[in-house]
């Protein structure tokens, strides 16, 4: 553990953890698991295994452990950060994630009279998404500025406590130019906050000026890129 606490006698944390080791040759992991919680503290900072792994079985190279003087591990953490009240969160990484594209044309739009407008549910890394676009402004852009969010489409499907993480994208795409506005953040998106977006993403009066190809024929498009990271969970 980094970073300890030492100077509360009674802090540390709880933790349960494995410790992988990957085979080279066949994708595939050795994995070591402690069988009982721990706890770290300022003077037990440290947990692990003494005997891990030869270094004759190490280094032999049919094994795939040690492939051109490179090896790689990993580790998987469930804490329980509160132990005291039985509270906790487990984490899970996506190994490989997959950036999904969507693209939503928005045909008439100087005749959008809704305060806000949702594109059609799209999916990325398993959970279903929307884009949420105010065209008059939300909040401090309401007036003088398109408001552009992405959202999670039913945020009260997620079991309690649980949090998604994503980075995303979102654009309105220059039809003319290829001079696309964007913006990009990354954030953890819950029942308790299901959007994240800007409320100034762009002024009205630069949207709507000619020559600038995002509002072309009163069409515009709106593009989001989104990949998910991971899922935390309440244990």
Known sequence: MAAANTSQIFWGVHAVFRLFLLD???GNY???QEQTERRFHGMK???GFDKFLSLKAFSESANGFLMD???VFGVEVFVSKERSMGKGECLSMVKDPVMYKHVWKIDSFSKMV???LDSKTFSSGDQNWKIQLYPKGKGSGMGSHLSLFLALADPKSLPPGSK????FTLRILDLMNSRHQYGKVNFWFSAANPERGWQKFITLSFL???GMGFLLKDTCSVEAEVTVHGIATAL
């Open 69 to 71: 003087d490179t090896c």
């Open 164 to 167: 998604i993480y994503a980075d």
């Open 30 to 32: 050795l994995v070591f």
């Open 114 to 116: 809704a305060e806000c």
């Open 208 to 210: 709507s000026q000619a």
């Open 24 to 26: 080279q040759n066949t």
């Open 45 to 47: 900072l440290d947990w």
